[in-house]
């Protein structure tokens, strides 16, 4: 229970179960229950022993796993003389070891050796490693030790460092991570075409130089998944390797698999190396959403990541349901694009459930198609062609080009915010945001018109806001036609928020400012006749109360009131207590509101 406790690996279980019969009787010998000292001293002992007894090469491999292990997680500890008594029968076993014995051998001295850095540790292992002729790793070790004055912890840590170090590492991988190492440390000529992937790694982060990137390509297409996002990072982040967009592609047309890892690998590139990114056009040719379905485990977060930091309108809310790329013909958005407006309600559902899979490729497509622009990112993403484009005359159009423009104004976003100049982040959100407002303003140029299409415009408005929680104090500052207030509290329901801020903009707003918030809240008030509204109505009437010249030539006063009185009966005193105090020639009464105020 005490080794199960603390060696949770199967091979070392399995040892330690076939060697059951012979502890076991010696640990009944001292009859009691031993320590965990004593039963660790025990498998020493009996580990040891097994090794002197010149056992199968096999065995001879398995119990040298097992007591670096014991020793590498501190589990037992060696004196100087159990220490020689160790070396001693490595010595034994090397004269007669095979190929497998003696990787084993060197491998446990490599280790002992980077545990304990006494003297008699280093002559011990010098000797035996002379022995180790079939292992030409042998002869180089000697040297290092000898050139570095026997500091081979140093070694370890750099070996550690790359490839995470652990006893249980396959032999092979051990192997050529020693040879990385020490290679370059000696400054020798190392053949990178003989490199796997995770030495290439290494090699790499040691200041090796490559400059060829197909043996980059191949592991996108050979290597496992954390081995390649290894090197990527690597050669990305140390050398700068940009795989040619022709390469990439084939890669991901002849398996289709594997676009995960070309995507992975431009969108990494795009992240880290600024001077010459993959264009937008090479993404249109990469499935991202299968791509992201393929992706797996520590690769999928990290993809999922750069995918939203560098194409975030993918992960637009309103184009995220669809699970599956339609099954169209190619020529599909070309006939839809040359037949539009008068396509059917089963070809406009096709051509969002495209849009939906291909936000960007299918937009600019699309809009290219009906009115063609230069191929500048300054004309192509440029948000408000679509109103240049689209006549936003029915709910299909509508639905349509509200979509295209939620990708474009991501995509514009993005454009903004990595464009190579030397403007401030703050100056480049301050004109995205109104590139956004200038939008929003145009939408409500097309509100009053038709109810369908208010109702369509409107459901955009208030999903937009609510991701954007900025832009609906933005847009309310700069104001819109009074006569569009009513349709805009009535169908978007994310208006609701400007209650925080109108008493602002009435105190602090210019003379239009404070009559649009004014208004403003007489209809919110309407909509929502709660305790809150209330409060903000009497702070209102508070307000004109003690400005009342500012309000005496404002020929919408009376409206106003009007609709304050209708929200809530019980401001009709303060209302016609205002009343009386302006000029009667700029009142305009109607038979309803002397009712009303009656």
Known sequence: RLLYSQLHSKWIWTYLRQQAAQISSSILMHGSIPSEFQVLEIVRSQVLKELKDFPHQCEAI???????????????????????????????????????????????????????????????????????????????????????????????????????????????????????????????????????????????????????????????????????????????????????????????????????????????????????????????????????????????????????????????????????????????????????????????????CLLAWHPLKVSLEFLNALRPVASSP????????????????????????????????????????????????????????TMQSACVQQLFDNLGTDSQVDRAICDFLHGYWIENPILIKLVHYQGYPLDLLPVAVDKIGSLICTWDFIMDLVQQGSSCQKKFALTLAGHLSIKYPTQKMLDILRSCIQYIEDHINFFVEEKEFEYILDLYVQAFPQLNGRCRKLKRKMPKHFFNYSVASIQLIR
């Open 62 to 352: 398995l119990h040298l796993k097992v007591l670096v292990a014991l020793i590498t997680r501190n589990c037992i500890r060696f004196t100087s003389e159990e220490f020689l008594e160790l070396y001693s029968t490595l010595e034994t076993l090397s004269q007669n070891a095979n190929e497998k014995l003696t990787q084993m051998i060197f491998y446990s001295l490599l280790i002992l050796i980077g545990l304990f850095e006494d003297y008699s540790s280093m002559l011990s292992t010098q000797t035996i490693l002379s022995k180790l002729t079939a292992n030409k790793e042998g002869k180089r070790v000697v040297y290092v030790l000898r050139a570095r004055q026997g500091f081979w912890s140093d070694i370890v840590q750099e070996i550690n460092l790359c490839f995470g170090f652990d006893v249980r590492m396959r032999e092979d991988y051990l192997e050529k991570s020693c040879s990385v190492v020490l290679g370059c440390i000696l400054d020798e000529d190392l053949s990178v075409e003989e490199m796997d992937d995770k030495c290439l790694a290494s090699y790499i982060y040691l200041g090796g130089c490559v400059s060829d990137y197909s043996m980059i390509l191949d592991s996108v297409v050979n290597s496992e998944d954390l081995h390649f996002q290894i090197l990527a990072e690597q050669a990305i982040e140390r050398l700068q390797i940009k795989i040619p967009e022709p390469a990439l592609l084939k890669v991901a047309k002849d398996h289709p698999a594997l676009q995960y890892r070309v995507l992975f690998y431009s969108l990494l590139y795009n992240s880290r190396v600024l001077s010459s990114p993959y264009e937008f056009s090479f993404f249109f040719e990469v499935d991202v959403r299968a791509a992201l379905k393929k992706a797996k485990d520590k690769l999928l977060e990290w993809l999922v990541q750069l995918v939203s930091q560098h194409m975030p309108w993918f992960f637009i809310s309103s184009l995220v349901e669809s699970s599956s790329c339609p099954n169209l013909p190619e020529s599909f958005l070309l006939k839809f694009s040359h037949c539009f407006p008068s396509v059917s309600e089963s070809e406009v559902q096709d051509f969002v």
């Open 378 to 433: 300054h004309e192509t993403l440029n948000p408000p062609r679509v109103f240049q484009v689209l006549k936003l005359d029915s709910p299909s159009t509508v639905d349509i080009a509200v979509s295209i423009l939620e990708v474009l104004l991501a995509a514009w976003e993005h454009y903004v915010l990595t464009y190579k100049n030397q403007v401030s982040q703050e100056s480049r959100h301050s004109f995205i945001l």
